[in-house]
């Protein structure tokens, strides 16, 4: 993003650098000018600090779709549904094996029903052997017709398929995730910029107030009041130091990067000149089905409906062909013979006890609950685009009037500190103005951060990450 002036009237000088140069408390570096013309949004490289670098919200987004944990574990799951493809396809391929066999074995005739008698000779004695035997042969089967098989594997395909946007949605997921992380650091150190101008403020009026006492014009209560003002200030910058530091923890766990890394954000928080435009109802179906997580849960459905499917043709026949050919003998040697055998096998499987019948009812009810979970991710869709689109809108305005606030509460403070310094009045009101000042800064600051998170939610549910 390239920030522009987000003011029509003139800030004070402390507002500006957090809202224009930087959302705030970068070392000396940072406002380099040799430093800045060398920046590039989309890269990511280390400063001359130690442990540090310069991190755009473009580069945050693309890290954290490559190396977030969120990303990463979004392709193992990927990759995961296109084995499960492999295997279902399995069966319906040729299977192909070898095996060899050297055995001692001994038979009883009389259990097989065999007896042989030689008239005028003695009877053959009923065991046989033991004698060896060796054997050594390839087989193999092969699948002709299995409806159920086939419709298996077809629901792999679409399961694979919803691996895959769900690798997609993942990778969305991590980025959003980073975004606003990054947006938050953002606004992290913009609040603290702004503590610690208030501080100063606090402070001059403590100096201020000293100097009228000794001019006689300021009494023991405006010290302890001013004095008071400075320690709260000073308590306000402590708070916003921690929330820095948080918030910058965060970002860098959702990048995947050691959290002792310090980023140099060249992105700030601003109001852009006019919002992304909202798609017309002719062009929204296109759109929400290219949505990852509509297109999951469209993908899952699918799957559900061809599983049932598949379980449904599981009572049709199957055929098939087996066959092996090989070496057999009392050795394997010269006097040993080349046999083998081959069949046609058909398996029909009429009754199983209702087994089949129980699991395609419980397909069905899946298949429906995932056609339900479908319709749900497309309203969801809708309303996460309309909600962010009314969010841009009420945050703009925000900002707008937040802006004047601003602008208002500084004519007070001066008004005040006149009066102050011209024995018109205490610093109690003083104060009064300054407690203003510091909540018109938050309050802006607040709209400027809801505003750059809407747009982040209204692009992503328009599926245009690229005008990010």
Same mark, same amino acid.
């Given at each position: /993003? ?61 890290? #954290? ?44 005739? %009389? ?19 033991? =004698? ?9 089967? =092969?699948?002709?017709?299995? %409806? ?37 650091? %953002? ?26 006492? %000794? ?36 970002? /860098? ?50 799957? #559900? ?15 098939? /062909? ?135 939610? =209204? ?10």
């Amino acid at each position: /993003m390239k920030p522009f002036s987000i003011v029509t009237r003139k800030l004070p000088n402390f507002l500006l650098p957090a809202i224009l140069l930087g959302t705030a408390a970068y070392p000396a570096s940072e406002k380099n000018p040799a430093l800045a013309s060398e920046r590039n949004p989309g890269d990511i490289r280390s400063d001359t600090r130690i442990d540090t670098l310069r991190l755009s919200l473009r580069a945050a987004i693309v890290k #954290a779709s490559e190396n977030g944990y969120a990303a990463q574990s979004g392709r193992s799951e990927s990759a995961e549904a296109q084995a499960r493809v492999d295997q279902a396809r399995a069966a319906l391929l040729p299977h192909v094996g070898a095996t060899a066999t050297d055995a001692v074995r001994s038979f009883n005739l %009389a259990t097989m029903g065999l007896s042989f008698t030689i008239p005028g000779a003695k009877p053959l004695p009923n065991l046989v052997g033991p =004698f060896q035997v060796q054997d050594a042969r390839v087989g193999g089967r =092969f699948t002709l017709f299995d %409806a159920a098989a086939w419709t298996h594997w077809k629901s792999s395909q679409a399961d694979a398929e919803r691996g895959a946007w769900s690798e997609k949605a993942a990778s969305e997921d991590a980025a959003i995730s980073a975004a606003a992380a990054y947006l938050a650091l %953002a606004r992290a150190r913009a609040l603290l910029e702004f503590k610690r101008a208030e501080l100063e403020l606090a402070n001059k009026l403590e100096a201020l107030t000293r100097a009228q006492q %000794a001019a006689g014009a300021a009494t023991r209560l405006e010290i302890i009041r001013a004095e008071g003002q400075s320690s709260s200030a000073r308590s306000g910058v402590a708070a916003a130091s921690g929330q820095e530091e948080q918030a910058r923890y965060i970002l /860098m766990q959702s990048l995947g990067l050691a959290i002792t890394a310090y980023p140099l954000l060249s992105d700030s928080l601003y109001l852009p000149e006019s919002d992304p435009t909202s798609l017309p109802d002719s062009a929204w179906n296109g759109v929400v089905a290219q949505i990852p997580e509509v297109a999951v849960a469209d993908r899952k459905a699918e799957a #559900a409906r061809r599983e049932a499917d598949a379980l449904d043709k599981e009572w049709l026949p199957t055929l098939g /062909m087996e066959g092996d050919y090989g070496l057999s003998g009392r050795k394997l040697n010269g006097n040993a013979e080349l046999t083998g055998d081959i069949s046609l096998q058909a398996s029909w499987s009429l009754w199983d006890g209702g087994g089949r019948q129980g699991r395609a009812a419980a397909a069905r009810e899946k298949a429906r609950q995932a056609d339900i979970k479908l319709r749900e991710a497309r309203s969801r869709a809708e309303e996460s685009m309309r909600y962010a689109r009314a969010a841009l809108i009420s945050f703009r305005q925000q900002a707008t009037n937040g802006m004047e606030r601003v602008r208002l509460a500084e004519e007070e403070v001066r008004l005040a500190e006149e009066r102050f310094r011209s024995g018109g009045s205490g610093n109690l009101e003083v104060i009064s103005a300054q407690g203003t000042v510091s909540l018109a800064h938050e309050a802006l600051l607040e709209s400027l951060h809801g505003y750059a998170r809407a747009r982040l939610e =209204f692009l992503r549910a328009t599926h245009r990450y690229s005008e990010i």
